[in-house]
């Protein structure tokens, strides 16, 4: 008989694409997900990319009776449910630790009542804040976090404690924490917590730190997520994709069929449990640049990105991933390019409308002081 999973938040942009991906090796999948309209749309509707062998049951994770419910005959779990924005974290801070703090509380409350096989966390790189960094001697140094006076003069660069000049390194999983955002406090609240029960109650849990997803099915109309669909979506609406400081800050970009894989992987290794996973794409990107990409990959050179000097709270200068943790433990290796990803996301993009709604979030962000 084939394994039941269940993904919670599998109704969303990653777990739709792991749930494809479980269906194809053979598992059966189901989904617990609220449909929540930020992402959905209103109407709590199925969403029509949602893989039609899905069991979706709508419900809230934090609703222990609905967990109950999904929970039966599962023998591995993915837990994906959150709100995930960084920017609408900063003023939403009920909401986020309700929903991913408290949510993950309610399903390990039920899952140690009813054991599964294997747990599988979605976490993030926002968790490490700044990413690991070096001085021009060499030595590792950890950055210190820009200060207004800093942002305002336009002084984009990290420095260490000393005023030393950094330079970013790929940051591997045992950088030390540094949560610059509700939503990275309640990431972090995630994993920790996930790890904390699954070890005391013998709960083989995996950690997956993804860096940023890019790929078919991200909500285009959310724009407190996912900065490569915000772009498309100023894009598809005839507007310059905005980009924050001098666009200069690195980013490391994954697709999301890679970290639909990397899943699996995790899920399938006996050797990962109990482990911490970065998710990267391998490759190292410069935000205005993958604005530019973006551009071209929809046809829309003539529209330059639009650098606007602006800093948003939470965000950070440089983090990319090492992912030599993943490929030695996984054998995971990210397969498909910027280049190929971007043309599969052009591809999905033109059957898409979206409505911009960039400037209504970088206004709400202003009006509380959180842009400067
Ligand atoms: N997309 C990325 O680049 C990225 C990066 C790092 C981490 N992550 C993490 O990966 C996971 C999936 O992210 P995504 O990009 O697919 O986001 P998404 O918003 O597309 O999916 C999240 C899903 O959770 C559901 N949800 C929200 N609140 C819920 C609740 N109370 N009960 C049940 N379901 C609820 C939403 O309806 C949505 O379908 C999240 O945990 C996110 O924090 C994503």
């Known amino acids: 008989m084939a394994k039941q999973v269940l993904i919670t938040g599998g109704a969303g942009f990653i777990g739709s694409h792991l749930a494809v991906e479980l269906l194809r090796h053979g598992y059966r999948v189901r989904v617990l997900d609220r449909l929540i309209p930020q992402v959905h749309g209103p109407g709590h509707r199925r969403p029509a990319y949602l893989d039609p062998e899905v069991e979706l049951q709508v419900g809230d994770v934090r609703d222990p009776i609905a967990l109950r419910q999904a929970l039966m005959g599962v023998d591995i779990v993915y837990h994906f449910a959150a709100r995930v924005g960084v920017g609408q974290s900063m003023y939403e801070m009920a909401e986020y630790m309700s929903v991913n703090t408290q949510g993950t509380a309610v399903l390990l409350e039920q899952l140690v009542q009813r054991p599964v096989e294997r747990v599988i966390v979605a976490s993030s790189m926002s968790i490490y804040g700044e990413g690991l960094y070096r001085t021009a001697s060499g030595a590792i140094k950890p950055a210190v976090d820009r200060t207004l006076t800093q942002l305002r003069a336009g002084d984009w660069e990290v420095k260490s404690a000393d005023g030393e000049p950094l330079t970013p390194v790929a940051t ?84 999301v069929y890679d970290v639909a894989r990397a899943c699996r992987l995790a899920q399938e290794k006996p050797e990962a449990a109990y482990q911490t996973f970065n998710v990267g794409g391998g490759k190292i990107y410069t935000v205005l640049e993958v604005a530019k990409k973006v551009a071209q990959a929809l046809g829309k050179d003539r529209l330059k990105p639009e650098i606007t000097g602006k800093y948003r709270a939470g965000d950070i200068r440089h983090c990319f991933a090492d992912i030599s943790h993943a490929r030695k433990v996984l054998g995971f290796e990210p397969k498909v390019s910027l280049k190929k990803g971007l043309a599969d996301l052009a591809e999905w993009l033109s059957t898409q409308s979206a409505s911009d709604r960039v400037m209504e979030s970088r206004n709400e962000l202003a009006q509380r002081g959180l842009m400067v």
Not at 204 to 225: E, I
Not at 232 to 252: K, T
């Open 172 to 255: 591997p999983e045992w950088k030390t924490p540094s949560l610059s955002s509700v939503y990275a406090l309640s990431k972090y609240d995630q994993e920790q917590m996930c790890m904390v029960v699954g070890r005391a109650y013998g709960l083989p849990t995996v950690v997956m730190r993804f860096f940023n997803a890019y790929g078919p099915n991200q909500a285009l109309s959310n724009p407190y997520t996912g900065v490569l669909a915000i772009f498309a979506s100023r894009l598809l609406n005839g507007n310059a994709p905005l980009v924050n400081e001098d666009g200069l800050q690195h980013r490391d970009f994954v697709s």
